[in-house]
């Protein structure tokens, strides 16, 4: 009886630090985590077949790119931040549209607008997520009465300001386990594997051959993407 209920509390404990890998090592500056997607919410009527299935967030030293593609028609989204440059962007690709809205250092990336009055509480808890250390912290929304999300971070993923431009950059480590709400969606992402790799300067680089827009518009087709 003892036998099988330290089982079942080994197996809980399992289950409770992820299924998921690392082939970088502690405290890198430089690779890619790639992050599973699951939805909720309101996506209007678009088949969740379609939607990006992964995130893969790239980075180096204190700059950072975000790219979420869908499996059809090479349309997706992209942000990036590197300082060192100011360039603050979001890039979106919609079909044969290439939209491009240029964010200044301090404002955070368009399509976030549903989590303007979010509000962070930090927590003792710790959790171990792909062999990273992590930290929790809590966040609520007044439009959602007492939903809590909880969010998981490492400081173990040399990454400097790596949450810049987001709704989350007051977190100060790299996120492993979080949320974004984008109109009435909810995308939570989870940390499948953690690659210590090189990544070209090139990746951090402003891209060429796309409209700049203003933020208004594009707005208005990430909520499009989000809601067909």
Not at 187 to 199: G, S
Request: proline fraction near 5%; charge should be negative; include cysteine.
């Amino acid at each position: 009886m003892r036998f099988s209920y330290v089982l079942i509390i080994a197996l809980i404990s399992a289950m409770i630090c992820y299924s998921c890998s690392t082939r970088g090592g502690k405290h890198i500056d430089e690779g890619e985590i790639h992050y599973n997607i699951d939805y909720s919410g309101n996506f209007g009527n678009m088949p969740m077949d379609i939607l990006p299935k992964t995130l893969i967030v790239s980075f180096k030293e204190n700059k950072i790119l975000y790219e979420m593609s869908t499996p059809f028609g090479n349309s997706g989204i992209m942000n990036l931040a590197n300082p060192d440059e100011n360039i603050y962007d979001t890039y979106l690709r919609l079909f044969t549209l290439r939209l491009l809205y240029e964010s200044k250092p301090d404002e955070t990336f368009p399509g976030f607008e549903a989590m303007d009055n979010m509000v962070i509480t930090k927590t003792p808890k710790t959790l171990v997520i792909c062999g990273y250390n992590c930290k929790n912290a809590q966040i609520t929304f007044p439009s959602k009465g007492d939903k809590i999300y909880n969010i998981w971070y490492t400081d173990e993923i040399n990454v400097k300001n790596p949450n810049t431009s987001t709704p989350y950059k007051d977190i100060d480590g790299v996120l492993m386990s979080f949320y974004f709400m984008i109109g009435d969606a909810e995308l939570h992402f989870d940390a499948e594997t953690v690659y210590n790799k090189d990544i070209p300067d090139s990746m951090f680089e402003r891209r060429e051959k796309y409209m700049k827009v203003t933020r208004e518009n594009i707005n208005k087709f990430i909520k499009k993407m989000v809601n067909m």
